[in-house]
């Protein structure tokens, strides 16, 4: 009877929210509780609307949870394949290109991220797409190492030290103090690409994230 309820009220206001507002609740309902919590009546809920509004804009749950999906390739396998790309006259420039990710969520979104790899603990699909986002991405950096006159064997082990060390923070939820980072992040480069970054590098770097060392 509740449902009803709420299902007229929805019909009677007219408003039924939008593609970009269910997917949001539904982002946030992945964050705060997993995929299990990604459900129609629940979101309907916490919106305040029908849940019958749901069906203007998606299939079904099934095509909600593609969406989800399809943001998490785009932002965060996008994003971090895009900075590979992004200019810098030496190595050292593009791992702070790289590392600017780690440290700016709309660049990379590390909750969603954990969220994702949460998921494909219950999903074989899932997990197929974690394995290819994986792929994709390590080819990138390893490709970026070619760029710089890396050989292909190093440029694949220097990759995965980068890739895979940040996927570590991100599985541990390392909540790390942000001048503490900082302070890492010139020996963290040294350590990734073998070159240690220039002071106009790293001041070019800390400006865009507002850091004052």
Not at 184 to 202: D, H, K, M, N
Request: proline share 2%; net charge negative.
């Amino acid at each position: 009877m509740e449902e009803q309820i709420e299902d007229i009220a929805g019909q009677n206001s007219g408003w039924r929210g939008s593609a970009e507002i269910w997917l949001n609740a539904a982002y946030d309902a992945l964050l705060e509780t997993g995929v299990d919590g990604v459900k129609i009546q629940p979101l309907a809920k916490r919106l305040n609307l029908s849940r019958t509004s749901f069906y203007w804009f998606f299939k079904d749950r099934k095509e909600l949870l593609g969406a989800l999906l399809d943001l998490w390739r785009e932002k965060n396998t996008g994003n971090l394949i895009k900075q590979t790309e992004a200019y810098a006259e030496t190595v050292s420039e593009a791992m702070l290109n790289i590392i600017d990710c780690w440290l700016m969520p709309d660049l990379f979104d590390s909750r969603l991220e954990f969220a994702v790899r949460s998921w494909s603990m219950q999903s074989d699909d899932v997990r197929a797409e974690i394995e290819k986002a994986d792929q994709q991405r390590l080819d990138a950096l390893a490709k970026l190492f070619i760029h710089f006159g890396q050989e292909e064997r190093m440029a694949d082990v220097r990759a995965r030290a980068i890739y895979l060390v940040q996927i570590g923070y991100i599985s541990m939820k390392a909540n790390e103090d942000l001048a503490v980072r900082m302070a890492r992040i010139p020996g963290y480069v040294e350590t990734f690409c073998g070159q240690a970054p220039t002071q106009s590098e790293l001041n070019r770097f800390y400006a865009r994230h507002n850091f004052a060392p």
